[in-house]
């Protein structure tokens, strides 16, 4: 069973920037596409950016422009670099699949962006 461990979150003001890490158990990224979701208090998780199997990104209109997500095949790992955060992007991010989240969800990172 793969685990996902996500880290980098923070408390940031808003314009800041933060780069969130996600490492998995074992190696799945040489057949398996990934990407980052959120879920903000209240609110349904959402996708923010991920891979396709055929190593196209897609971003959610809020982030376009501001994230970028990345990866590192080799170590079992996804990135998400967030930069000009607004308030709007507090929420606990996590990685999964893409564009199916087919795996266990992690415990998230949780990320914070003041006003």
């Known amino acids: 069973q793969v685990q996902l461990v996500e880290s980098g979150g923070g408390l940031v003001q808003a314009g800041g920037s933060l780069r969130l890490s996600c490492v998995a158990s074992?190696?799945?990224?040489?057949?398996?596409?990934m990407g980052w979701y959120r879920q903000a208090p209240g609110k349904q998780r959402e996708l923010v950016a991920g891979?396709?199997?055929?190593?196209?990104?897609d971003y959610a209109d809020s982030v376009k422009g501001r994230f970028t997500i990345s990866r590192d095949i080799a170590k079992s790992s996804v990135y998400l670099q967030m930069n000009s955060l607004k308030p709007e992007d507090t929420a606990v991010y996590y990685c999964?699949?893409?564009?199916?989240?087919?795996?266990?969800w992690g415990k998230g990172t949780l990320v914070t962006v003041s006003s």
């Open positions: 891979f396709t199997s055929g190593g196209r990104t």
């Open positions: 999964n699949g893409h564009p199916i989240a087919w795996l266990d």
């Open positions: 074992r190696s799945i990224f040489n057949y398996n596409a």
